[in-house]
């Protein structure tokens, strides 16, 4: 009892902050190839081999990449399993997707470029699908 009335006269009663997504980070490597996909909640930075595209995000964008998200515990994200592995012989990039919130950055185990863990299909493509209509479309 003592120690709980001490926590709330030093702490108070405030309830713990909310851990919002600020950005999703998608990158492909290889031997001599590097790309990143960077989004936050209003623009998509493309990086591949040093060279920058930027270009605008829509909030409906944004949202459909979140509500990715819904059914995901960001904390398991390092844990779920790869269902193939050709890019341990040169076979396939080998991708991550870095997720970073207010409170922490999560990452993800690495993966196939083309074929991520199950609960992160949905978070890929809606990121992929942010490029359609850019000259950045057909590199991811």
Same mark, same amino acid.
């Given at each position: ?19 919002? =997504? ?12 590097? &790309?990143?996909?960077? =989004?936050?909640? #209003?623009? =998509? ?5 040093? &060279?920058?595209?930027?270009? &605008? ?12 998200? #819904? ?14 592995? &050709? ?6 990039? =080998? ?16 993966? #196939? ?25 057909? #590199?991811?």
């Amino acid at each position: 009892m003592y120690k709980f009335l001490l926590f709330v006269i030093l702490f108070g009663t405030h309830s713990l902050p909310t851990e919002t =997504i600020k950005s999703v980070e998608l990158s492909y490597q290889t031997r001599g190839m590097q &790309k990143f996909l960077i =989004i936050n909640a #209003d623009s =998509i930075e493309v990086k591949i081999n040093g &060279k920058i595209a930027n270009y &605008k995000l829509t909030k409906n964008q944004w949202k459909k990449i979140l509500k990715t998200f #819904d059914k995901v515990k960001l904390s398991t994200i390092s844990k779920l399993k790869r269902p193939t592995t &050709k890019s341990f012989y040169d076979g396939a990039f =080998i991708s991550q997707l870095k997720v970073i919130t207010n409170l922490k950055e999560y990452e993800s185990v690495n993966f #196939d470029h083309d074929a991520p863990p199950t609960a992160l299909i949905k978070t890929v493509n809606a990121m992929k699908s942010t490029l359609v209509g850019t000259e950045s479309k057909h #590199d991811f």
